[in-house]
């Protein structure tokens, strides 16, 4: 009876003994997750305040009633009625999935291949850096001057028309190449590629140069290497990349209103005109409906690949 007396006030004291400790493992993950907590809530307000709060604000503000003299605060469903019901919306919503579609495609075959021999043929990192500096040189100007730049080289006295006639390839200017879909695609790709280029480079650069030489060692050819190693690990950049095209061109109406010489339409270019009629709540409306559009484009291209995980 002494025995299991003294048994059991040594396990009580072993146990007062280890308690400080079970607690001091139990509060230190609390106090790290509280820690963590405060820390972010300067980013999260931020984020609420120039993100989420803008947003919010649109959807508001697109329930407005508007008349031809004013706008009041109201809960109506108007402008998503008119927006819907109309032939025109949906004219100017497939002429915006077409540029989206078209660029994107151009923009992949352009940047992966340009991508593909920065990272695989250049060997010398100094000549990468170089190389890769040169794709960004577009960008030390802005947007507006690279776009119009393309007007006097594709005019009807412009110098592709004055070369092509120069060399007898046609007897007459082109009328289509300026003012166009043509003329609104190839600014699209040329304002765009880059932002393609990069993702895929930096995802093409940790791949490990291991597997490609396995590959080959396995009597793999050039061709299956590339569609069976570099094609999967790339899958991230390519996805990024794509929704940095597909929300950019998308919501573009400058390069479509000065390239296309206010002849087409997009999106971007309707939302424009009903800010220039001060009709906001139709503004508004339209711009709610394209976030969506977009919000599933992005979901469609993420269920292809976890691009957190991949990465």
């Not at 004291?13 to 400790?21: C, F, I, N």
């Not at 972010?40 to 993100?51: I, Q």
């Not at 009633?65 to 025109?88: H, K, M, Q, R, W």
């Not at 007897?171 to 932002?195: K, M, N």
Request: hydrophobic share 55%; charged share 15%.
């Amino acid at each position: 009876m002494t025995d299991l007396t003294v048994s059991n006030d040594t396990d009580r004291k072993e146990e007062a003994r280890l308690q400080p400790g079970v607690s001091a493992k139990v509060r230190k993950p609390v106090s790290d997750a509280v820690s963590g907590w405060l820390m972010s809530l300067p980013m999260a307000g931020v984020l609420v305040f120039f993100l989420v709060l803008p947003i919010i604000m649109i959807v508001v503000v697109s329930f407005w009633g508007a008349t031809e003299f004013s706008i009041y605060p109201a809960f109506v469903f108007d402008n998503y009625e008119f927006l819907l019901t109309s032939p025109v919306t949906y004219s100017v919503f497939l002429n915006t999935v077409k540029y989206a579609l078209i660029t994107w495609a151009l923009t992949l075959g352009i940047g992966f291949t340009t991508a593909y021999f920065l990272a695989f043929h250049v060997r010398s990192l100094t000549w990468q850096i170089v190389l890769f500096l040169l794709c960004t040189i577009p960008f030390w100007t802005s947007n507006i001057i690279r776009m119009i730049s393309w007007i006097p080289f594709l005019g009807r006295n412009g110098i592709a028309n004055s070369t092509l006639i120069s060399l007898g390839v046609v007897d007459e200017p082109l009328d289509w190449l300026l003012f166009s879909d043509f003329s609104v695609i190839l600014a699209f790709v040329h304002l765009y590629t880059l932002f393609m280029v990069v993702p895929i480079f930096n995802t093409m650069m940790r791949i490990d140069r291991s597997l490609i030489e396995a590959a080959y060692d396995a009597g793999a050819s050039g061709f299956q290497t590339l569609t069976n190693v570099v094609l999967p690990l790339t899958k991230p950049g390519i996805m990024i990349g794509s929704i940095f095209v597909i929300t950019l061109v998308m919501g573009d109406f400058i390069t479509v209103r000065f390239m296309s010489g206010s002849q087409k339409a997009n999106v971007g270019r309707l939302i424009s005109n009903d800010i220039a009629l001060l009709q906001y709540p139709s503004a508004a409306a339209t711009a709610v409906i394209l976030l969506i559009t977009v919000l599933i484009v992005i979901a469609t291209l993420l269920r292809f690949v976890d691009i957190r995980k991949e990465l």
